[in-house]
């Protein structure tokens, strides 16, 4: 099966930032929509952010609009996640998962298809 792998995580101090970094081996990324979404214990999944197939257009959730930014790098076949200004409400296991379709992204879960293990982002003094 195809194997997505998040990685940057860890423990960051409020107001903080890091990079969330998505790789696949076996799929070309840009022929993908990929959504970033995460979950914190207890909590439903969430999707945070994504970026569109078709045109690169992106999609945030309000609770991240100017402290996320994803982006993408075909060079190296990785969707990021910069994230910034840490909050201790981030603080989750954040997965990046892929979708097959054109048009807008979507920050449901619903469609995507290959997802990774997840990267553990805590934020705390």
């Known amino acids: 099966q195809k194997q997505f792998v998040e990685s940057g995580g860890g423990l960051v101090q409020p107001g903080g930032s890091l990079r969330l970094s998505c790789t696949a081996s076996?799929?070309?990324?840009?022929?993908?929509?990929i959504g970033w979404f995460r979950q914190a214990p207890g909590a439903e999944r969430e999707g945070v952010s994504c970026?569109?197939?078709?045109?690169?257009?992106?999609n945030y959730a309000d609770s991240v609009k100017g402290r996320f930014t994803i982006s993408r790098d075909g060079a190296k076949n990785a969707v990021y996640l910069q994230i910034d200004d840490l909050k201790p409400e981030d603080t989750g296991t954040y997965y990046c998962?892929?979708?097959?379709?054109?048009?807008?992204?979507?920050?449901?879960?619903?469609?995507?298809?290959?997802w990774g293990q997840g990267s553990v982002v805590t934020v705390s003094s």
């Open positions: 998962a892929a979708l097959n379709s054109w048009g807008t992204c979507r920050l449901q879960t619903y469609g995507y298809l290959y």
């Open positions: 076996e799929l070309d990324l840009d022929l993908w929509s």
């Open positions: 970026i569109s197939r078709s045109d690169g257009s992106t």
